[in-house]
């Protein structure tokens, strides 16, 4: 009898592990994405319910507590999916960092109760146990300073010898595992300090790195999540969670990296911080005027052009103006007007985060250029509207070799007609660099929130 | 036996790592034709996937001692955690993807 049930549990993980597997090659396609999430949480649910009713301990003896579980379970449900149905899409970023955050604590949470279940000769189990932990918890404590800084709580902090501490705790951290694994008694004492040390460490991780990076950290805090369920599933040889984990652990590496690609950086340059360390340098420099140019010749300027193409950035995103340009989009092409959107693979806060935003106001998916199609396109198009992007249309990356961010790939906006930089301020982007493109002539500054300045001039060209 | 026992546990050890490999292979074949817009999606979803800790914190839940409120706590909240990583997870990517269905 036992062993038909964990037969059945057997089959039911490999089931789930094959969903995980098909939902993530689903998920890298535009059209089968959304079939292949829901493959992936429909695997995910026979896992769940496979393990409460078919697991069995050697004495035949199924889980107990299982009101608990439920009550647990339910709770969880309740409150995830209300917090993901609410999310603003701007917030998009931080959302997805809490929850990473919330299985890293699940993975510790796990390490803290097995650790107590563990004969001291268990030396596998205790090996794996504590890599959970302190995977599981450092994943938690950078998941949750990421989460921090992309909703403004706390900025980056940098501090001489940042490395050195860091290599220094990470030592401490590792040489007190071995400790624990090695020690005939498991001490609590021991276990709560490279608990500590542990938060410690993935606050001072990712506390340095450019809140502009944040995508790129939560995407290798996302693999590390995986690598501690990973350790879970070694531990309890759960194949469903092994399988689950390592595909996240290494699909999130991957992703980490083609991220860092599309910055054109290196991951150790992301981690090391070479935008926050060259920030206050250049931003002084000497330049001339910008111009300023009023709603009324903006609005003129592009109602009478032949192609238009947008630039969304962050500004857009913060401002929530996604809705109001797609209503000058849309009013520009009853003057018959052809609007195209360029964007940079990193624009926003995360690859893609513009295209959801658009997508979110109903923008044709056509309309979207990707940045090598967009490059050929702006030698023949009238007017560029740049609306809260700025490193991504820096010539700096092109021209100056000093420059933080030179090498990566930009949109060449400077090939246009003319362009039109909508932004709050003068304020440097991101990399904290100045951009000359708002220096040269073909450019006219226009001032202002992207929403407001959006509706203001969707009424211009309407009275036009 | 003990043996045997040394044996069969070497195997599984062989085995684990087996399956290990293969996964790193497939998860890196997997993404790696990825376009960017798909990205932030990506990462999502896959952020759901290892949201499969949750059966570890279940069994852990389920193998703990009633009276024993400490662990009781931490286990609940650690199914608690776990759920919240599945549930918000999918439903988020779900949530992104629908909006890229709309346009067409």
């Known amino acids: ?464 | 036996m003990d043996h045997l026992f040394e044996f069969l546990s070497h195997q599984m050890f062989l085995q684990t790592v087996y399956v290990v490999v293969l996964m790193v292979f497939l998860g890196i074949e997997v993404i790696s034709h990825v376009p960017s817009i798909l990205h932030t999606p990506l990462m999502s979803g896959a952020n759901a996937i290892h949201g499969v800790i949750v059966i570890g914190a279940i069994i852990v839940l389920g193998k703990v001692d009633i009276s024993n409120i400490p662990a009781i706590l931490i286990g609940f909240t650690a199914v608690l955690l776990g759920t919240l990583n599945v549930v918000g997870g999918f439903v988020v990517t779900d949530r992104m993807l629908e909006m890229f269905k709309k346009k067409k």
């Open chain 1, 1 to 464: 009898m036992n062993l038909i049930l964990s037969d059945i549990l057997g089959i039911a993980y490999l089931v789930a592990s094959v969903t995980f597997i098909l939902g993530l090659k689903m998920l890298s396609k535009p059209d089968t994405a959304r079939r292949g999430n829901l493959i992936a949480a429909v695997g995910m649910a026979i896992a769940i319910f496979a393990t409460i009713f078919l697991t069995v301990d050697e004495n035949g003896a199924g889980l107990q507590n299982k009101i608990l579980i439920f009550i647990a379970l339910g709770v969880g449900t309740l409150i995830g999916t209300r917090a993901a149905r609410t999310v603003q899409m701007t917030q998009m970023p931080q959302m997805v960092s809490l929850f990473n955050g919330m299985g890293g604590a699940c993975a510790a949470l796990i390490g803290i109760i097995e650790i107590y279940h563990t004969q001291p000769d268990e030396k596998g189990k205790l090996l794996a146990i504590c890599a959970g932990l302190i995977i599981g918890t450092i994943s938690f404590s950078g998941s949750m300073i990421a989460w921090g800084k992309l909703t403004g709580k706390f900025g980056d902090k940098v501090f001489p010898l940042q490395q050195f501490l860091n290599i220094g705790l990470m030592t401490i951290i590792l040489v007190l595992a071995g400790v624990i694994i090695f020690s005939t008694t498991i001490s609590p004492v021991l276990l709560y300090m490279e608990l500590l040390l542990c938060v410690g460490y993935g606050i001072l991780f990712v506390l340095p790195i450019g809140g502009a990076d944040m995508p790129v950290v939560i995407s290798l805090l996302n693999s590390f999540t995986g690598v501690a369920a990973a350790c879970a599933g070694f531990l309890y040889n759960n194949k469903a969670m092994l399988t689950g984990g390592i595909l996240v652990g290494s699909a999130g590496t991957i992703l980490t990296i083609l991220m860092c690609k599309a910055m054109n950086r290196s991951l150790t340059n992301v981690l090391i911080g070479a935008f926050s360390a060259n920030k206050t340098k250049q931003v002084e420099s000497e330049h001339g005027d910008v111009r300023e140019v009023s709603l009324a010749d903006a609005a003129v300027m592009m109602s009478y052009a032949k192609r238009v193409m947008i630039v969304p950035g962050y500004g857009l995103a913060v401002a929530q103006a996604q809705h109001s340009c797609h209503e000058l989009e849309k009013a520009l092409e009853e003057k018959g007007v052809e609007v195209n959107y360029a964007i940079h693979p990193v624009a926003g806060r995360m690859p893609g985060h513009m295209n959801v935003l658009l997508a979110e106001a109903d923008v044709a998916y056509g309309k979207l250029l990707e940045m090598d199609e967009a490059n050929t396109q702006f030698a023949n198009t009238d007017v560029v509207m740049v609306l809260g992007a700025n490193d991504v249309v820096n010539p700096a990356a092109k021209n100056d070799k000093q420059s933080p961010i030179y090498g990566m790939p930009i949109l060449d906006v400077e090939n246009a007609r003319s362009v039109i930089v909508n932004k709050r301020s003068m304020n440097a982007g991101y990399a904290g660099i100045t951009n000359d493109l708002f220096y040269q002539p073909k450019t006219s500054m226009l001032f202002g929130d992207a929403k407001t300045v959006l509706q203001q001039l969707v009424s211009e060209i309407k009275a036009n």
